[in-house]
């Protein structure tokens, strides 16, 4: 069988078209690596203090006062079971809401006093779901977090029956002394509030917090699914 052979204009053509592909994608590759350098490097000069004199962790990543006192509570919480679930964190949030120290009104007054310009609403809208309290922003706030190189969250496997409620959080330890540092800024009833409820159940277990949030609060679950996850 005879196979065609283009002509030798064509052949040039098609030789000069994949060289210029490739130098476009060495280009691109360059450009990629350039861009992580420099993101690495604005992250270590921005964790030194070195970026700007007098920004603070939250005006640096444009975290809002929900943000920090929800990372506050998972630095607490990660020092006594690694990694955190996400129900957990979102059983946190919502004690903190409900009981720590009028929280939620005290995180708006901070903010309505805050000089930052990236305000988002304080609170959280919990609504009755399969594990019980449930908010969305939570989700939102934590990949916030993780962009900010402050968390890492770790998904589970991607196909039937992955599940998010199932993601794991792990504080990035390198940054625990500042994030302990600057979430210490938060207002002074927002912080003991938050302390007050890692301290009243932060070494719950998943089950037991879930128990405790059940009866404390039956409105949040009747939606609620058989927890089979733990």
Known sequence: MEVPIPPLAL???????????????????????????????????????????????QEAFGLTQRQMALLRMLSGASQIQKPVLVTSAMKY?????????????????????????????????????????????????????????????????????????????????EQRKLIEKSTASLHGEVRQGGDAVMQAYGSLTPKQLLDLVYERYPEYTVNSEQPGWY
């Open 11 to 57: 052949q040039r053509r098609f030789a000069q078209l994949v060289e210029q592909i490739e130098v476009f994608r060495q280009q691109q590759a360059q450009s990629h690596q350039r861009f992580n350098v420099l993101f690495e490097s604005l992250l270590t000069r921005a964790f030194q203090g070195e970026l700007t004199a007098g920004l603070t962790l």
């Open 93 to 173: 949030a919502f004690l903190f809401q409900m009981e720590g120290t009028r929280a939620g009104q005290l995180v708006e007054q901070a903010i309505a006093e805050s000089r930052a310009p990236y305000i988002t609403k304080p609170a959280y809208d919990f609504v009755p779901y399969k594990y019980g309290p449930f908010a969305k922003q939570l989700y939102d706030d934590l990949e916030a977090l993780e962009d900010s190189g402050l968390v890492r969250l770790e998904h589970p496997p991607k196909g039937k029956g992955a599940l998010r409620e199932k993601t794991d959080i792990y504080l990035i330890e």
